[in-house]
């Protein structure tokens, strides 16, 4: 056996500086994705006069510089957050117009409680919303960059799911055993539909809870909050907040999961998805087409050579229209096992580029790697390999040099992963993984400890599931799924 250390990948940020944490990054530079006429990101609202107040009060308090709290036991991978604001650091800002403003009225709150049944209401604001975003498109011009839809107390208070802890409000949940008689379900997740109903008029959404804008609920701290709002806000309206420094321009990275989707007359079928990414930090949704799959057979859904070959034929094609240019390397990640059928098609279809590494990520392994010497976690990086295996153990998470700490609160899981397919090395493809994990920009962390190939791979599955419930063709810039 051996073990290398895999070094941390460096970001690029504003003027093409590099650094490898996300906040001082933006701290010292600026986000890289920044252009002069994007510096003020145009906003509108769906909401309450209450919710439109809240959130105008959000956005200003978070003009200002946020302490993480907690006096000198602050963890050292929190660090103030500097107010949104052209001067600030971050050197960008939000405005909301008037006119940009769609207003729910008392009474339209009034016709979505009313009803006794809790799957009413559901259905009863989901039309609401429906009609606000119809209205808010047709006396909008332009396009709002962004359109904040501050939840209203009352809807959440008589919408929400009991079962579930917190504000989700859950029509329905998913299952693939079809019962006699069932009908079409109109919805599941309302959070994801409120995304999906943006779609026909090109339009990004960031739903906000009525926690978030007090900025005091919550197991996160009020900085974090404002971090992570205002990192997840930049990418949707504006662009890529950070890139990394050294992933291959002719690289084509990509990650396969299935979702479940629910047709006309409740007909329940899989279907596969590509989440690619490029080195230019373009992040593209790839549907691939519907399929039936035997639930009474115990092992997850899994592509014919024919699907696999379409689907990874697609993510070329787009590679090829953005780069004008065929990928000289190709790398998939996948949760479940390949099959013969897929290493096939697979292979078939990236035939015309010189490497394909496909790649088996395994979270949860009973394999732990400790140092004799430390009550730490081995560093993040650490990489434990044979010679003459084609799987390797890697920990994306660990004790982190740049903060000098461990920033879990568990113990550090290594991710084992196994290659049917390597073209390149195991050295190389460990130091995509270490990469693609800081290219989450639903939050500032250091890092995640998945790659973002697969990371959000349920949450994009989910809407999109949601989406072809509704009849409603999904854009594929990822930043729409957000």
């Known amino acids: 056996m051996r073990i290398d250390?895999?070094?941390?990948?460096?970001?690029?940020?504003?003027e093409s500086m590099r650094c490898v944490d996300p906040k001082v990054g933006l701290l010292?530079?600026?986000?890289?994705?920044?252009?002069?006429?994007k510096q003020i990101i145009k906003g509108a609202v769906i909401g309450t006069r209450d919710g439109v107040s809240y959130l105008l009060n959000f956005?200003?308090?978070i003009r200002r510089r946020i302490s993480p709290g907690g006096g000198e036991s602050v963890n050292p991978w929190k660090c103030d957050f500097p107010g949104l604001g052209v001067k600030s650091s971050l050197r960008f800002d939000v405005e909301i117009e008037q006119d940009k403003i769609?207003?729910?009225t008392p009474q339209d709150v009034t016709t979505v409680i009313s009803p006794d049944d809790r799957r009413k209401r559901i259905e009863l604001a989901a039309q609401m919303y429906e009609r606000k975003f119809q209205d808010l498109a047709s006396s909008t011009h332009p396009l709002p960059d962004i359109v904040f839809i501050p939840l209203p107390e009352k809807v959440l208070e008589h919408c929400r799911d009991p079962s579930y802890e917190g504000d989700r409000i859950v029509y329905s949940r998913r299952s693939m055993a079809k019962e006699p008689g069932s009908q079409p379900v109109p919805l599941f997740d309302f959070h994801n539909l409120l995304k999906v109903l943006g779609f026909p008029h090109k339009m990004r959404t960031q739903v906000v809870l009525p926690k978030t804008l007090r900025l005091t609920e919550g197991p996160q701290d009020p900085a974090t909050i404002a971090w992570n709002f205002s990192?997840?806000?930049?990418?949707?309206?504006?662009?890529?907040?950070?890139?990394?420094?050294?992933l291959d321009e002719d690289t084509c990275y990509m990650g396969i999961s299935f979702y479940e989707e629910v047709g006309d007359q409740g007909s329940q079928m899989r279907a596969s998805m590509a989440h690619v990414y490029l080195r230019t930090g373009e992040s593209q949704v790839i549907r691939g087409k519907p399929f039936r799959w035997d639930e009474s057979r115990e092992r997850s859904p899994e592509l014919t050579s024919p699907q696999a070959f379409e689907i990874l034929s697609d993510v070329i094609r787009l590679f090829e229209r953005q780069k004008?240019?065929?990928?000289?390397?190709?790398?998939?990640h996948k949760t479940s096992p390949f099959t013969d059928d897929e290493v096939a098609?697979?292979?078939?279809?990236s035939k015309e580029a010189k490497y394909l590494d496909l790649v088996h990520v395994m979270q949860h392994q009973p394999i732990r790697l400790y140092h004799r010497n430390s009550a730490y976690p081995p560093l993040r990086g650490t990489l434990l390999s044979s010679p003459s295996e084609a799987r390797f153990l890697l920990y994306t998470t660990g004790f982190i040099q740049a903060l000098g700490t461990y920033p879990g609160s568990t113990v550090a899981e290594p991710l084992l992963c196994d290659c049917p397919r390597m073209d390149t090395d195991i050295y190389q493809i460990s130091k995509d993984i270490m990469s693609l994990t800081k290219l989450d920009w639903n939050n500032s962390d250091f890092c995640t400890r998945l790659p973002v190939t697969i990371s959000v791979s349920r949450t994009v599955g989910s809407i999109l599931a949601e989406s072809r419930a509704r009849d409603i063709d999904p854009?594929?810039?990822?930043?729409?799924f957000m």
Request: hydrophobic letters at 35%.
């Open 345 to 349: 098609g697979f292979s078939e279809a």
């Open 59 to 61: 956005l200003e308090n």
């Open 102 to 104: 769609e207003l729910i």
């Open 28 to 37: 010292s530079y600026g986000p890289c994705g920044l252009r002069k006429d």
């Open 475 to 480: 854009p594929s810039s990822y930043s729409n």
């Open 324 to 332: 004008q240019r065929m990928p000289t390397r190709v790398v998939v």
């Open 231 to 246: 990192v997840a806000l930049f990418y949707k309206a504006t662009g890529n907040p950070w890139k990394i420094a050294d």
């Open 5 to 14: 250390l895999v070094p941390e990948p460096e970001l690029i940020f504003g």
